[in-house]
């Protein structure tokens, strides 16, 4: 059992922290910046409440985080009350969220001036997998850090791997968002096409899932697609920041992704649609809009 930390109770953090907690046996001592969600978690996983980053951090082997972005990071890391001014010699500081790889080189730099390791460890698999333990989690930094962490991570993952030097973990995430992001869209027009030309998409997705075509998006979403439920799920509001993020690193390295620039137009859509908390299967709501307009 270890000392832990995990700061940012939300739809993802508040079932990865549980895992620590309940699956894993370690201390877990959580801050949220809405107490009340931290409260509600101790009541039903145990351990201790911060009222403060640096007071979370404070003695803990392991500090989690999962924030929304590289401001809300830096604002629970940095300063008098970061969690960085609660780290002891030794420990390890692990990030969840999804943010740019900039600031994961920024936090690194400052850990190693403080003596404690750092993970960058951006996760995939939305709040299903967070409920149930099975994420994947994408991890940029030393080796041995990477080694000593792996069987914490472990509590709520299916998959954890070193992805390469600091960084590398937010650089795999924003490759999975592309490749998501051109998956959906390819589902949204496949499903809006065979629902216009007439045919059982339950019966269409039953067969083509089973080929070439299939994925995790076609198995998981297709249903709530053709229903025209999009209320569940990965919000198009984190999908455009995590876009944001693609398209901002892409400018940077040079590297062409057209499909994801004009995806990212699409959602932009779908939020003017009131869609901005629907998940990223809505994409099908805007062209069936497109196509009832005429």
Not at 132 to 161: H, K, S, W
Not at 195 to 217: F, H, T
Not at 234 to 254: H, Q, T, Y
Not at 259 to 286: H, N, P
Request: net charge negative.
């Amino acid at each position: 059992m270890a000392k832990a930390a995990f700061i940012g109770l939300g739809v993802m953090g508040y079932h990865m922290a549980g895992h620590l907690a309940k699956k894993g046996g370690h201390d877990v001592t959580v801050y949220n910046r809405t107490r009340a969600k931290a409260e509600k978690w101790v009541g039903e996983f145990g351990g201790a409440l911060a009222e403060t980053p640096k007071q979370a951090a404070s003695g803990a082997d392991y500090v989690f985080a999962c924030v929304g972005n590289d401001d809300d990071l830096r604002s629970v890391t940095i300063g008098d009350d970061g969690a960085f001014a609660g780290m002891k010699s030794g420990a390890i500081f692990i990030d969840n969220t999804t943010a740019s790889a900039d600031v994961a080189r920024e936090l690194r730099a400052a850990a190693d001036r403080q003596g404690f390791g750092f993970i960058d460890a951006p996760v995939s698999g939305g709040e299903a997998g967070a409920v149930n333990g099975v994420l994947t989690v994408m991890c940029g930094g030393d080796q041995d850090v990477f080694d000593r962490a792996r069987p914490v991570i472990e509590c709520f993952a299916r998959m954890a791997g070193l992805m390469g030097p600091t960084g590398a973990g937010q650089l795999t995430k924003m490759v999975n968002q592309i490749c998501i992001a051109g998956l959906v869209q390819g589902l949204a027009e496949g499903i809006n096409f065979g629902l216009k030309a007439g045919l059982d998409m339950e019966k269409v997705i039953d067969v083509i899932s089973k080929g070439a075509a299939g994925s995790w998006q076609m198995e998981n979403r297709h249903k709530t697609m053709i229903d025209g439920k999009y209320d569940h799920g990965f919000a198009v509001d984190w999908m455009r920041k995590d876009l944001a993020i693609v398209l901002s690193e892409a400018d940077n390295n040079g590297a062409s992704v057209p499909v994801t620039a004009l995806i990212d137009q699409f959602y932009k859509e779908v939020q003017a649609m009131g869609g901005k908390r629907w998940d990223t299967s809505s994409l099908l709501a805007r062209l069936q809009k497109i196509d009832a307009a005429g």
